[in-house]
Structures are given as C-alpha cells and as structure tokens.
T-cell receptor
Framework: LAKTTQPISMDSYEGQEVNITCSHN???????ITWYQQFPSQGPRFIIQ???TKVTNEVASLFIPADRKSSTLSLPRVSLSDTAVYYC???????????FGTGTRLLVSP | GAVVSQHPSRVICKSGTSVKIECRSL??????MFWYRQFPKKSLMLMAT?????????EQGVEKDKFLINHASLTLSTLTVTSAHPEDSSFYIC?????????????FGDGTRLSIL
C-alpha cells in the first residue's frame, strides 16, 4: 500500500476554500485515491474517490495531476461543521485493507 | 447508501470483564470486515481482518486470544475483548464494503468507546 503524507493540521475561516494536499510518491498504476472525514468519537466518513484529473461531488473536489504522485482535496466555502480530521488513502479498488496515515486536522474558525 | 452499524456505542466495565462489540452491514453483504483501534488524537490502527466463515487475520502485534473475532454471517462480525484491562480502553471501529460493488469504498461504523475501570 502506497504511503501517504499530509500536513498535520490546517486552519481556516468560515466561507473560505480549503485545499488539503496529500503526497503519494509510490502510487501504483492500479491505485485509486480516497479521502475520508472523521469527527471526534465517530467513524470515518467517505468524502470522495478518484483516479486521475478531477472528480467533483456535492461536498468536495479532488484534483489529481498527471503524474498522480499527489492529490488535493478541495472543500469550497467551509463552515464550522467542516472542522474534522481528513485522511487520504491510496490503493487499488480491490484493496480492502486500509492503512491510515496521520490525517490532517482542519480547524475552521468563525 | 451502504450503512454499517456498530453496537454498543459506549461500554464502561470493570477490569477482567469480557466485552463483545457487534458490527453489522445493514443493506449489503460483506465477506470481509475490518476492525480498527484508535487512541485519542491518533490515527486509526488496523487490528484485524474478519473473514466470513473462516479465521480472522490479525495484524502484527495484535493478540488474537485477547481480541476474538467471529464473522458467522455475511452481515455480522463481532469483536470480543477478553478479560479487558484498563490498557484496552480505546475507541474501536469496524468497516465493511459491499461485496457486489467492487468500486465502492469502505464504510465505517460509528465506533465503540470502551472504558475499563
């Protein structure tokens, strides 16, 4: 499983766009990139998944450059409720075993 | 969407007690489920892979006799913390993925907070 590196923490204010970048230099050809969000005392919640270029859903966008050695989770106009830990994981779609890195602790302030 | 239910959400018990935690996939079947442990301010640590109809696979350093896993059906896996001690206090989380949906991500339960007095 490709190892991932993320910033330990980030701070933002309500209404701003937040971009969290994840490095995965050893990503394999069949690997996808998946992001999860975790609130205190809750299990992780799936946010978005992608393979290349750009993926967008109702809550976030995922940008993946051509070399796929990194990815950026973009949260538009964050609110206080977006304060959470965000995890980036890499693996092929048949992979079941997830290895979590340190995650990024996002704090959104008023 | 796929939902994973975990029960109980919180347990407080005396040292030496065995505690069972259930993980259910509510609207899909899962031949494999996973159990994680999480300490405060730390990331999730995979403990074991629960395999329906066969023995669980434990990660290095996880005592299989301490953390008993049973996966008797395609929708239920249980984790039993045997003779629990204060150092077993932690947040335990399970996850599963729909067998039929190869491209679907893992879904997680809401965790069980275990406190051993």
């Amino acid at each position: 499983l490709a190892k991932t590196t993320q910033p330990i923490s980030m701070d933002s204010y309500e209404g701003q766009e937040v971009n969290i970048t994840c490095s995965h230099n050893n990503i394999a050809t069949n690997d996808y990139i998946t992001w999860y969000q975790q609130f205190p005392s809750q299990g992780p919640r799936f946010i978005i998944q992608g393979y290349k270029t750009k993926v967008t859903n109702e809550v976030a966008s995922l940008f993946i450059p051509a070399d796929r050695k990194s990815s950026t989770l973009s949260l538009p106009r964050v609110s206080l409720s977006d304060t959470a830990v965000y995890y980036c994981l890499v693996g092929d779609l048949s992979f079941q075993k997830l290895v979590f890195g340190t995650g990024t602790r996002l704090l959104v302030s008023p | 969407g796929a939902v994973v239910s975990q029960h109980p959400s919180r347990v407080i018990c005396k040292s030496g007690t065995s505690v069972k935690i259930e993980c259910r996939s509510l609207d899909f079947q899962a031949t494999t489920m996973f159990w994680y442990r999480q300490f405060p301010k730390k990331s999730l640590m995979l403990m074991a892979t629960s395999n329906e109809g066969s023995k669980a696979t434990y990660e290095q350093g996880v005592e299989k006799d301490k953390f008993l896993i049973n996966h008797a059906s395609l929708t239920l896996s249980t984790l039993t913390v045997t003779s629990a001690h204060p150092e077993d206090s932690s947040f335990y989380i399970c996850s599963a993925r729909d067998n039929r949906q190869g491209s679907q991500p893992q879904h997680f339960g809401d965790g069980t907070r275990l406190s051993i007095l």
